[in-house]
């Protein structure tokens, strides 16, 4: 996870392969997967997985940074699935896509690993003024067709990075973790990132 302002929040996935040096898998922004050397700033949480799982899944995003999918930004991520085997994503709905936070999700879900119960999440106020400004920002990196798909899903349901951690943070026995839970950890991110 890493603070790129003092409002917004960034995260991904950190793994390492073998004696490779440990990587930071991240969706950057629309079209924009990067998979680069985890370097300072980072800050991070352990998965709540076993160190076997962590391994195979080190493998898999490995995979995924291998493919270097066209990853759309969107705020609705219903029907995005990565292959499990290829690490490819599969044909995306129009309009859908993901965030950095939404793709940290999907690839734990592609994985086999439901770490949120994202049907407990709440609709937020703060969440459509953070969406139309994403927007804004959007329609010089997309086409005017994705823009105007994109905009129909603002007031969706957000899962924030901080939220996204909280939830991988806890021990994989208790996943899907509920809003709450993830709340809560995510909190204890922030206050942590405060002090540093």
């Given amino acids: 996870i890493v603070r790129t302002s003092a409002e917004q929040l960034h995260c991904g996935l950190i793994y390492r392969e073998g004696?490779?040096?440990?990587?930071?898998?991240?969706?950057a922004f629309h079209h924009m997967l990067r998979d680069e050397l985890a370097e300072?700033?980072?800050r991070w949480a352990e998965l709540g997985?076993?160190?076997?799982n962590k391994l195979v899944l080190a493998t898999f995003l490995s995979r995924i940074a291998r493919k270097e999918p066209t990853i759309s930004y969107a705020f609705d991520a219903d029907g995005i699935c990565i292959d499990p085997e290829t690490g490819d994503l599969l044909d995306a709905p129009a309009g859908k896509g993901l965030t950095c936070a939404t793709f940290v999700a999907a690839a734990l879900k592609a994985y086999g690993?439901?770490?949120?119960d994202f049907s407990s999440w709440p609709s937020r106020e703060e969440d459509v003024a953070w969406q139309e400004s994403v927007l804004a920002l959007l329609r010089s990196h997309a086409s005017e067709?994705?823009?105007?798909?994109?905009?129909?899903?603002?007031?969706?349901?957000?899962?924030?990075?901080?939220?996204?951690?909280?939830?991988?943070?806890?021990?994989?026995?208790?996943?899907?973790?509920?809003?709450?839970?993830?709340?809560?950890?995510?909190?204890?991110?922030?206050?942590?990132?405060?002090?540093t």
Avoid: M, Y
């Fill in 145 to 195: 067709e994705h823009v105007k798909l994109v905009e129909k899903s603002v007031g969706a349901k957000r899962l924030k990075p901080d939220e996204v951690v909280g939830a991988a943070n806890a021990d994989a026995d208790a996943w899907p973790v509920d809003f709450e839970v993830a709340r809560a950890s995510a909190d204890e991110i922030i206050a942590d990132l405060a002090t």
């Fill in 113 to 116: 690993f439901d770490c949120l």
């Fill in 19 to 27: 004696a490779e040096p440990t990587r930071f898998l991240h969706l």
């Fill in 49 to 52: 997985l076993d160190e076997d």
């Fill in 40 to 42: 300072s700033p980072l």
